[in-house]
Nanobody
């Protein structure tokens, strides 16, 4: 059974940083894609960043490029999202997600991807 467990959310002031973690279990790494997605109240879900686990290649949506970094530690079965220079508009519930099955070519692992497995989410609140 695939399980994704996020942690690391919290409340910070404008310009602050947070690092989100997603521990993955029951999931094969072969040719898979993982991502971070957020949803703010009254807004549509937004794909933020993805990582193709075999190659480590990444992609980002424009609104977080240069501020957020997705990474992985395969030994710990963990995917991270480092978030710097946080702004009030970054306030949302942040979710970790994973693809089901083999993803090929790697270019399909993008912020537009539809994911099959989701964590429970972690709240990020940025005050001004």
């Amino acid at each position: 059974q695939v399980q994704l467990v996020e942690s690391g959310g919290g409340s910070v002031q404008r310009g602050g940083s947070l690092r989100l973690s997603c521990i993955v279990s029951g999931y094969s790494d072969s040719n898979s894609c993982m991502g971070w997605i957020r949803q703010a109240p009254g807004k549509e879900r937004e794909g933020l960043a993805t990582i193709y686990r075999t190659h480590g290649s990444t992609s980002y949506t424009d609104s977080v490029k240069g501020r957020f970094t997705i990474s992985q530690d395969n030994a710990k079965n963990t995917v991270y999202l480092q978030m710097n220079n946080l702004q009030p508009e970054d306030t949302a519930m942040y979710y970790c997600a994973a693809s089901g099955g083999r993803i090929w070519p790697p270019s399909l692992c993008s912020t537009r991807m539809t994911f099959d497995y989701w964590g429970q989410g972690t709240q990020v609140t940025v005050s001004s």
